[in-house]
């Protein structure tokens, strides 16, 4: 098993910034990849950004990239979300989840934190 609790979230001014932290426990060593979804009110959750949990390789979606930087601590167990130049339309929940091997799908999720970007 896996925990994720995700915080950071909370309310900015289009242009502003907020950095999300997801911390894991449990059999973190069992993990491969850890990924930043979104879903915002009547939306289909969208994968926003992922790391490989070892090598550190990463992957964003074509709407945040150069804005949104993934990293992680693996000495903390964290993954970080740095986002920057926030939209009104980057409003959502976000959550992060683990994949435990490639191919699999995202075996474990986050309870989300609330992102809300004002025009």
Request: positive net charge; charged residues 15%; hydrophobic residues 30%.
């Amino acid at each position: 098993q896996v925990q994720l609790v995700e915080s950071g979230g909370g309310l900015v001014q289009a242009g502003g910034s907020l950095r999300l932290s997801c911390a894991a426990s449990g059999r973190t060593f069992s993990i491969s990849r850890m990924g930043w979804f979104r879903q915002a009110p009547g939306k289909e959750r969208q994968r926003v950004s992922a790391i490989t949990w070892n090598v550190g390789s990463t992957s964003y979606s074509d709407s945040v990239k150069g804005r949104f930087t993934i990293s992680r601590d693996n000495t903390k167990n964290t993954v970080y979300l740095q986002m920057n130049s926030l939209k009104p339309e980057d409003t959502a929940v976000y959550y992060c989840a683990a994949q435990l091997g490639a191919g699999r799908p995202y075996d474990y999720w986050g309870q989300g934190t609330q992102v809300t970007v004002s025009s």
